[in-house]
């Protein structure tokens, strides 16, 4: 069956500017989780979304925002890019109880210039 | 707050050489357990989790990992590695936080494997 998959690939953004990033889940997964990782930072837990509506949260500031459509599919959206959000932004999809673990996409690796 | 230690953040090792390596979390309620690999240039993937049962977990490609509940600990293991084994690898640990449940990252050991 087909992976996490997320688009685009790669993004340049100018500082100031607005990004909106998409994952669609494997079929039948329900959990959609975000991530930020950058190679100072490590993986820092974005938010999580679950049938549409948002389960959990980061600690990331209000300017990181997201959406759970009906189809399960995610969107993740970074408004007022500021140079420090360059990083890959990976998503994972889950069954509601990830007894089977999360399962990642390839990320998105977002550049702020 | 919930953190999850790797301690060793990069390791070098020759074929052949046996591999561990630690992982430590603080949290004292009921937690699940897992070890992700990213070899260079691809995306996360699920190596082993635990959630119940025998402490002792196998995953995939002869890894190990051990849940030692009194050290709060789940280190991993090989035997004997090889080339292709060099990629990064990250703990992380799923636990309950207020009414929900967080999965909380180690910071990633980046292992090297020499020829």
């Known amino acids: 069956k087909a992976g996490v998959t997320q688009t685009p690939r790669y993004l340049i953004k100018t500082r100031g500017q607005q990004v909106t990033l998409s994952c669609s889940p494997i079929?039948?997964?329900?959990?959609v989780s975000w991530y930020q990782q950058t190679p100072g930072q490590g993986l820092q837990f974005l938010f999580e979304y679950f049938s549409e509506t948002q389960r959990n949260k980061g600690n990331f500031p209000g300017r990181f925002s997201g959406r759970q459509f009906s189809n399960s599919r995610s969107e993740m959206n970074v408004s007022t890019l500021e140079l420090g959000d360059s990083a890959l932004y990976l998503c994972a999809s889950s069954l509601p109880t990830p007894q089977h673990g999360y399962t990642f996409g390839s990320g998105t690796r977002l550049t702020v210039v | 707050a919930q953190s999850v230690s790797q301690h060793n953040h990069h390791v070098i090792l020759s074929e052949a050489a046996s591999l561990e390596l630690g992982c430590n979390y603080s949290y004292g309620g009921t937690v699940n357990l897992f070890w992700y690999v990213q070899y260079p240039g691809q995306h996360l993937q699920l190596l082993l989790k635990y959630f119940s049962g025998d402490p002792l977990v196998k995953g995939i490609k002869g890894f190990e990992a051990e849940f030692i509940k009194s050290k709060f600990s789940f280190n991993l293991r090989k035997p004997s590695v090889q080339w292709s084994d060099t990629a990064e690898y990250f703990c992380a640990v799923r636990v309950l936080q207020d009414s929900n449940y967080q999965l909380i990252w180690g910071a990633g050991t980046k292992l090297i494997i020499k020829p």
């Open positions: 079929s039948g997964h329900r959990s």
